[in-house]
Every structure is written in structure tokens, then in C-alpha cells.
């Protein structure tokens, strides 16, 4: 059982990983700034996030779902959640917090997840 490593699309909030890691510094969660992820196209980001074995966390419903679509037709992703951004951030944090105590990488590998459901 693989433990999730989280990778934050350009468009999360960055009070959202900052909340995460300040709850659970264990956590794997690389920022976009990090990963050089500004301006890059959804399908790049989504191979840079396989590349490192990350899920993806996504702010954006209205494009990443389709092109996470496309993309696990031809590749393995480790998966994406979308964080409504209407959310409030703790409930995002602490949703992201779960997912990370007790799903395993395994578990999220092509798997698309809109948190919490709505």
C-alpha cells in the first residue's frame, strides 16, 4: 500500500496545501510553483503529476474532468480530485486530510473524484 503524494494545480488556492501541511507535515504535497506549473497546458500537468506519482488537486470543473478523460485513454494517472472552488478551505483541507489517512495511492490510480461529493 502506497501512501497519496498530492500534487496543487495552478489554479488551487495555496491556503489549501498550506492548511494541509501545517495539519499533517507527513504529507507528500508539492505546490505548482514548485512543479513549474504556470501557464501549462491541463494535459502536461496531468503527465507531470503521473511523472511524479501525484494526484492531481483541481480547482478547475470546467476543463480538467474532460482532459483526465482524454488522457487515461492513452496513460495511467494517479488520479484527480476537484475542490469546488466554492468550498470553504478547511473543508477542503480537511477532506484532502482524509483521503490522504485513509485511501492508499492504489486506490485513486484513473479515479476522478469531486470532493466532497456533491
Given at each position: 500500500?502506497?501512501?497519496i503524494s498530492?500534487?496543487?494545480?495552478?489554479?488551487l488556492?495555496?491556503?489549501?496545501?498550506?492548511?494541509?501541511?501545517?495539519?499533517?507535515?507527513?504529507?507528500?504535497?508539492?505546490?505548482?510553483k514548485?512543479?513549474?506549473?504556470k501557464?501549462?497546458?491541463?494535459?502536461?500537468?496531468l503527465?507531470?503529476?503521473?511523472?511524479?506519482e501525484?494526484?492531481?488537486?483541481?480547482?478547475?470543473?470546467k476543463?480538467?474532468?474532460?482532459?483526465?478523460?482524454?488522457?487515461?485513454?492513452?496513460?495511467?494517472?494517479?488520479?484527480?480530485?476537484?475542490?469546488?472552488q466554492?468550498?470553504?478551505?478547511?473543508?477542503?483541507?480537511?477532506?484532502?486530510?482524509?483521503?490522504?489517512?485513509i485511501d492508499?495511492?492504489?486506490?485513486?490510480?484513473?479515479?476522478?473524484?469531486?470532493?466532497?461529493?456533491?
Open positions: 500500500m502506497n501512501i498530492y500534487q496543487a494545480d495552478a489554479d488556492n495555496q491556503a489549501i496545501v498550506t492548511g494541509v501541511l501545517r495539519q499533517e507535515r507527513w504529507i507528500d504535497f508539492q505546490t505548482a514548485a512543479a513549474g506549473l501557464g501549462v497546458k491541463d494535459s502536461e500537468v503527465a507531470i503529476a503521473v511523472q511524479q501525484r494526484i492531481l488537486v483541481s480547482y478547475d470543473l476543463t480538467m474532468p474532460s482532459e483526465f478523460a482524454k488522457f487515461i485513454r492513452s496513460n495511467d494517472s494517479a488520479g484527480l480530485i476537484i475542490v469546488p466554492k468550498l470553504p478551505i478547511e473543508v477542503a483541507i480537511k477532506e484532502l486530510l482524509m483521503i490522504w489517512a492508499s495511492a492504489e486506490e485513486w490510480v484513473d479515479r476522478i473524484g469531486i470532493r466532497p461529493i456533491l
